[in-house]
């Protein structure tokens, strides 16, 4: 039995334990007067609270969220719950109430912000329970703090300290208050829109939740004690807004994309099958390996976003020469290369995109010096195709004073006779 207590195993699992494992047919509450009567020292021990004494002003802010009830939504046209996010500082017990229909990460960051410029400053230290849009892993030595959330404290300068998992009593100065914000603020009262439900909210932690008389301030009144004494010890407000980022982690696909809300972002290549972050803010995506960038696109709504610096060469060579891209190479080769490559593009590129390709591809072997000039000769023949202006080259007569053949790369003969010499008439061939 000591075992069990020692073990913090609670009552109901004791009287559960007795009658399953030991054939001792207690009922709970006789469990409870035993326990009491033969192990008085212990539940004495478990009895005692330290208290913490003084909270310095402005040094501890403690953070939860309390559920108020039920509401219709005009805009939704159905009932949802509604949760109060509320902030109380340690100090002077001032307390700041936002309704929301939502707690996810960008209710809870807006709500932080919200109570950060209602109070004109930020508390040194913010005690929040375990949520996972603020902490990532509970841990009493080491907790991982949720990304976004670590942003908005480096921010405003503070400082988040978790309560322990399941210990309400580590913040006992915002859970005490839940039970009167819930019939205070809420009970009996009807709200048009969750606009004048959080603009309520703040009225009444000013003129109602303000103005009370608070038993551990010796009855005086927290909004009172807040100006005279923690309004100037907060941190002061930066003057730049907190932008809001949202982070997510995903693993990079063989196409070298990570995938993003409902839009895909490239990533280098060698990245592929690695599991990254990603952190949306405003209209741009940033990518972290690490805690190094590796990529930044414009923020897209859906589909894809790619950047073909982030792929090997050879792997993009033909889609980065597109019919725009030809245009530009070869006015840089000169107005005759210009010419062809326009013809080229003159009907259905895209079909005509390889010819246009192969020829700007001759000067990386011949020059574009002699490009041009065999651009010049195929026109004055009137072929200027690839297969002409690539025979051009190869045979080394551009410069030369006869025309070439149309298709001077082919040196089988052919038949020279004109049209005229051949006839239907298999009696009369000449």
């Known amino acids: 039995m000591k075992a069990w207590l020692d073990a913090d195993v609670t009552v109901a699992t004791v009287a559960q334990r007795l009658r399953d494992d030991h054939s001792v047919a207690a009922s709970e509450s006789s469990v409870r007067r035993w326990i009491a009567t033969y192990f008085a020292d212990e539940v004495a021990r478990a009895r005692v609270t330290v208290p913490r004494g003084p909270v310095d002003p402005g040094s501890e802010a403690q953070i939860?969220?309390?559920?108020?009830?039920?509401?219709?939504?005009?805009?939704?046209?159905?009932?949802?719950?509604?949760?109060?996010?509320?902030?109380?500082?340690?100090?002077?017990?001032?307390?700041?109430?936002?309704?929301?229909?939502?707690?996810d990460q960008t209710t809870w960051c807006a709500c932080h912000v919200a109570a950060f410029e209602f109070f004109g400053g930020v508390p040194a230290r913010l005690v929040c329970d375990n949520l996972k849009t603020g902490v990532d892993k509970p841990d009493l030595y080491d907790p991982q703090?949720?990304?976004t959330y670590a942003e908005l404290a480096t921010h405003y300068g503070t400082l988040i300290d978790p309560a322990r998992a399941f210990k309400p009593k580590d913040k006992p100065r915002?859970?005490?208050?839940?039970?009167?914000?819930?019939?205070?603020?809420?009970?009996?009262?009807?709200?048009?829109?969750?606009?004048?439900?959080?603009?309520?909210?703040?009225?009444?932690?000013?003129?109602v939740a303000g103005a009370r008389h608070c038993r551990a301030l010796d009855g005086a009144q927290p909004l009172r004690v807040f100006e005279a004494v923690e309004q100037d010890a907060l941190i002061r407000l930066p003057h730049r807004g907190f932008e809001l980022s949202t982070w997510s982690i995903?693993?990079?696909?063989?196409?070298?994309?990570?995938?993003?809300?409902?839009?895909?972002?490239?990533?280098?290549?060698?990245?592929?099958?690695?599991?990254?972050?990603?952190?949306s803010a405003g209209d741009v995506v940033q990518i972290f390996s690490g805690d190094q960038v590796v990529a930044t696109h414009v923020r897209r709504p859906s589909g894809r976003s790619t950047d073909f610096n982030h792929y090997p060469p050879e792997k993009v060579a033909f889609a980065m020469k597109t019919p725009a891209w030809c245009r530009r190479t070869a006015e840089l080769v000169g107005p005759s290369c210009e010419a062809v490559i326009a013809e080229f593009m003159a009907d259905n590129a895209i079909?005509?995109?390889?010819?246009?390709?192969?020829?700007?591809g001759l000067r990386d072997k011949h020059g574009c010096e002699r490009l041009e000039v065999a651009c010049a000769r195929a026109i004055a023949v009137g072929d200027p195709s690839y297969r002409t202006i690539k025979g051009i080259l190869?045979?080394?007569?551009?410069?030369?004073?006869?025309?070439?053949?149309?298709?001077?790369?082919?040196?089988?003969?052919?038949?020279?006779?004109?049209p005229e010499q051949f006839g239907t008439d298999t009696g009369s061939i000449a």
């Open 394 to 418: 190869a045979a080394g007569t551009e410069h030369a004073g006869e025309p070439p053949q149309r298709g001077a790369a082919a040196a089988a003969g052919a038949f020279l006779r004109g």
């Open 250 to 279: 995903g693993t990079v696909g063989v196409d070298a994309h990570l995938k993003v809300a409902k839009a895909l972002y490239s990533v280098p290549w060698r990245l592929i099958g690695q599991r990254l972050h990603a952190r």
């Open 351 to 360: 079909h005509h995109l390889r010819s246009a390709q192969g020829v700007l």
């Open 145 to 147: 703090i949720n990304r």
């Open 64 to 103: 939860d969220y309390g559920r108020l009830g039920m509401w219709f939504d005009p805009v939704s046209a159905k009932r949802v719950a509604v949760w109060a996010f509320v902030m109380v500082l340690a100090c002077s017990r001032h307390l700041f109430v936002r309704p929301v229909i939502r707690m």
């Open 174 to 207: 915002v859970e005490r208050p839940m039970r009167y914000v819930r019939d205070s603020f809420w009970r009996g009262r009807e709200f048009a829109s969750l606009a004048q439900m959080q603009s309520d909210g703040v009225r009444w932690s000013t003129e």
